[in-house]
């Protein structure tokens, strides 16, 4: 069967002739998609289309192919339309020619099933009448040639982090128990519900005078335990004994310890005199009412024990995250395996999954194999994981290679793209995407996979080690961020302690280095495939696009990594 595809920005030709393999005998079908002025109940100007042009016509031929043999047609052809479509135009025409017309309505159905659910052409979003006319010549003749490439688009790393943070909202809070609040973002700020030490307590094994007492000896009146509170006001030559820890009778007392005194029965001598207390005051830790851990700050270990201290056992939390981790390429093995030609070792899996552990989140991971509808197969075997998780990554596969399908798989799953390029080096095939809540149409939500009132997002990264760790640190970490609730990823000022020498590079560099008292260290990589750099790296120097080399002792900025 003869086969042409088209993708194109111009309108579609109002008559288009039959092939000349047709001949004077058979049946020429067509069929014309005309943007319609209306879309989800509202009025729109025109829809707006974007594809991954190799892919699409590379799956638009497999498809055509593959309903050929079952009928058998003399030619197709298919032309689609991309970028801004007014109404009334048409955005898709399919011409079918075949000896008899039942085969080519038959191959013309079949396609037409196949095209929306396989191809990577989406409709990115409808214009509203007021809006849609200043946009109406980026499709027509004598339109920029960049105005057609709205699927390329590049955003800068500005551009990338104030999408991620308008598109993002952070998850409804929850109180857990301490034991379970480790690593979760406060979502409140937790207040001293009482003075921190709550009396004035001993920090020495000792006997508890007047601070102004000078007596040469004094009468022990009493013996004081951690547990022990017994309040009585002390006068002049009396002592009472106390343990480190316990609270003090009265104010106003010192502790002397009890290596600079003689004791006699119930009496005692003091044999050296101290300037110090040796005693926490009321309230010297903090004031009844002052903040103890203000929201957004991450619990570790000493703010529990500091809630902890302040009776706040059910602090309002973060949810724990889900997140859904898939590495895709045939080319991968496990790391327990030999790798043949042409195989390399899965480190993307460890490595998200030793990232992630910084984050309050539940992981699950698994592999895709490299084939769109075996993917899409298996993912469905996995419904329950997906739909409930929170975060989906997707590695490898972002580019725009004949079986790089990650993007239209997040299509599949209800997820709409917010971008697709960022102008960084290395990571400049980055997917982010967002699903659910009011950003997608329900009728776009695949099955059980999204519920309608869930906002998740999603990520399609680069598949080399490097730019994974580039771009987690980068959006993937904002994104985590927002989510829970916690300060946004923010880029510090620095020195370099050696000299970075790069050439000058359109793009924005994240480059590895190392950060040490004497400043940041540049760490030599060879492609963002290299993952030796990695093992000493805890920072990433931000390089503006043609900067080049920098010489040590420059200022720049850098993301900590640690």
């Given at each position: 069967?003869?086969?042409?595809?088209?993708?194109?920005?111009?309108?579609?030709?109002?008559?288009?002739?039959?092939?000349?393999?047709?001949?004077?005998?058979?049946?020429?079908?067509?069929?014309?998609?005309?943007?319609?002025?209306?879309?989800?109940?509202?009025?729109?100007?025109?829809?707006?289309?974007?594809?991954?042009?190799?892919?699409?016509?590379?799956?638009?031929?497999?498809?055509?192919?593959?309903?050929?043999?079952?009928?058998?047609?003399?030619?197709?052809?298919?032309?689609?339309?991309?970028?801004?479509?007014?109404?009334?135009?048409?955005?898709?025409?399919?011409?079918?020619?075949?000896?008899?017309?039942?085969?080519?309505?038959?191959?013309?159905?079949?396609?037409?099933?196949?095209?929306?659910?396989?191809?990577?052409?989406?409709?990115?979003?409808?214009?509203?009448?007021?809006?849609?006319?200043?946009?109406?010549?980026?499709?027509?003749?004598?339109?920029?040639?960049?105005?057609?490439?709205?699927?390329?688009?590049?955003?800068?790393?500005?551009?990338?982090?104030?999408?991620?943070?308008?598109?993002?909202?952070?998850?409804?809070?929850?109180?857990?128990?301490?034991?379970?609040?480790?690593?979760?973002?406060?979502?409140?700020?937790?207040?001293?519900?009482?003075?921190?030490?709550?009396?004035?307590?001993?920090?020495?094994?000792?006997?508890?005078?007047?601070?102004?007492?000078?007596?040469?000896?004094?009468?022990?009146?009493?013996?004081?335990?951690?547990?022990?509170?017994?309040?009585?006001?002390?006068?002049?030559?009396?002592?009472?004994?106390?343990?480190?820890?316990?609270?003090?009778?009265?104010?106003?007392?010192?502790?002397?310890?009890?290596?600079?005194?003689?004791?006699?029965?119930?009496?005692?001598?003091?044999?050296?005199?101290?300037?110090?207390?040796?005693?926490?005051?009321?309230?010297?830790?903090?004031?009844?009412?002052?903040?103890?851990?203000?929201?957004?700050?991450?619990?570790?270990?000493?703010?529990?024990?500091?809630?902890?201290?302040?009776?706040?056992?059910?602090?309002?939390?973060?949810?724990?995250?889900?997140?859904?981790?898939?590495?895709?390429?045939?080319?991968?093995?496990?790391?327990?395996?030999?790798?043949?030609?042409?195989?390399?070792?899965?480190?993307?899996?460890?490595?998200?999954?030793?990232?992630?552990?910084?984050?309050?989140?539940?992981?699950?991971?698994?592999?895709?194999?490299?084939?769109?509808?075996?993917?899409?197969?298996?993912?469905?075997?996995?419904?329950?994981?997906?739909?409930?998780?929170?975060?989906?990554?997707?590695?490898?596969?972002?580019?725009?290679?004949?079986?790089?399908?990650?993007?239209?798989?997040?299509?599949?799953?209800?997820?709409?793209?917010?971008?697709s390029q960022v102008n960084v080096r290395p990571g400049r095939p980055l997917i982010f995407g967002i699903a659910g809540g009011a950003s997608v149409p329900a009728s776009r939500l695949v099955g059980s996979l999204a519920p309608p009132d869930k906002v998740r997002v999603a990520f399609g990264l680069p598949g080399n080690?490097?730019?994974?760790?580039?771009?987690?640190?980068?959006?993937?970490?904002?994104?985590?961020?927002?989510?829970?609730?916690?300060?946004?990823?923010?880029?510090?000022?620095?020195?370099?302690?050696?000299?970075?020498?790069?050439?000058?590079?359109?793009?924005?560099?994240?480059?590895?280095?190392?950060?040490?008292?004497?400043?940041?260290?540049?760490?030599?990589?060879?492609?963002?495939?290299?993952?030796?750099?990695?093992?000493?790296?805890?920072?990433?120097?931000?390089?503006?696009?043609?900067?080049?080399?920098?010489?040590?002792?420059?200022?720049?900025?850098?993301?900590?990594?640690?």
């Amino acid at each position: 069967m003869e086969i042409e595809i088209q993708l194109t920005p111009d309108p579609i030709a109002e008559t288009i002739s039959p092939p000349p393999s047709l001949g004077a005998h058979g049946a020429w079908l067509e069929f014309r998609g005309v943007v319609r002025g209306e879309e989800n109940g509202g009025n729109i100007s025109a829809l707006e289309y974007e594809a991954y042009p190799e892919m699409a016509t590379g799956e638009i031929r497999r498809i055509l192919e593959s309903l050929g043999t079952k009928f058998p047609c003399l030619a197709a052809k298919v032309i689609h339309r991309v970028g801004v479509i007014p109404v009334g135009d048409t955005a898709i025409y399919v011409g079918v020619a075949s000896p008899h017309r039942g085969e080519a309505i038959a191959l013309l159905a079949g396609f037409m099933d196949r095209l929306k659910q396989d191809v990577p052409i989406w409709k990115r979003r409808a214009l509203p009448p007021v809006a849609a006319n200043a946009n109406l010549r980026t499709s027509g003749p004598g339109a920029s040639a960049d105005s057609h490439r709205r699927p390329q688009n590049i955003l800068s790393v500005n551009e990338a982090l104030a999408e991620i943070q308008s598109c993002c909202r952070p998850l409804p809070a929850i109180r857990a128990p301490l034991a379970e609040a480790f690593g979760r973002v406060l979502r409140e700020t937790v207040c001293a519900p009482s003075d921190l030490p709550d009396r004035d307590r001993s920090t020495r094994d000792g006997y508890a005078i007047r601070q102004n007492d000078a007596s040469e000896s004094f009468r022990v009146v009493d013996t004081l335990h951690a547990a022990d509170w017994k309040p009585c006001q002390l006068k002049s030559g009396e002592t009472v004994r106390v343990a480190t820890g316990a609270a003090l009778p009265c104010e106003n007392l010192r502790v002397v310890i009890q290596e600079h005194v003689e004791r006699d029965g119930d009496r005692i001598r003091i044999t050296k005199h101290e300037s110090a207390l040796n005693l926490r005051q009321r309230g010297e830790d903090v004031k009844a009412g002052q903040p103890l851990v203000p929201a957004g700050a991450h619990l570790n270990a000493g703010r529990l024990a500091l809630l902890a201290s302040a009776g706040c056992t059910q602090p309002l939390v973060s949810p724990r995250l889900r997140v859904v981790h898939f590495t895709t390429g045939d080319e991968i093995v496990s790391p327990e395996h030999t790798p043949r030609p042409g195989q390399v070792r899965d480190s993307n899996s460890i490595l998200i999954h030793s990232l992630l552990r910084r984050f309050a989140c539940e992981t699950e991971q698994a592999h895709l194999p490299e084939d769109f509808d075996l993917a899409k197969e298996q993912i469905g075997n996995q419904q329950s994981a997906i739909g409930n998780s929170d975060v989906l990554l997707v590695s490898g596969g972002a580019s725009v290679g004949d079986r790089d399908f990650t993007r239209p798989l997040l299509e599949w799953l209800g997820f709409e793209i917010v971008f697709s390029q960022v102008n960084v080096r290395p990571g400049r095939p980055l997917i982010f995407g967002i699903a659910g809540g009011a950003s997608v149409p329900a009728s776009r939500l695949v099955g059980s996979l999204a519920p309608p009132d869930k906002v998740r997002v999603a990520f399609g990264l680069p598949g080399n080690p490097l730019s994974h760790f580039v771009c987690f640190h980068l959006f993937v970490a904002a994104t985590l961020a927002k989510l829970t609730g916690a300060e946004p990823v923010k880029f510090r000022r620095g020195r370099l302690g050696a000299k970075l020498d790069d050439a000058p590079c359109p793009r924005e560099t994240l480059w590895p280095a190392r950060r040490e008292p004497t400043g940041l260290h540049p760490l030599a990589w060879a492609s963002s495939g290299d993952v030796t750099c990695l093992t000493e790296a805890n920072a990433l120097i931000r390089i503006p696009a043609d900067r080049g080399s920098i010489e040590a002792g420059g200022e720049v900025e850098f993301l900590s990594t640690d």
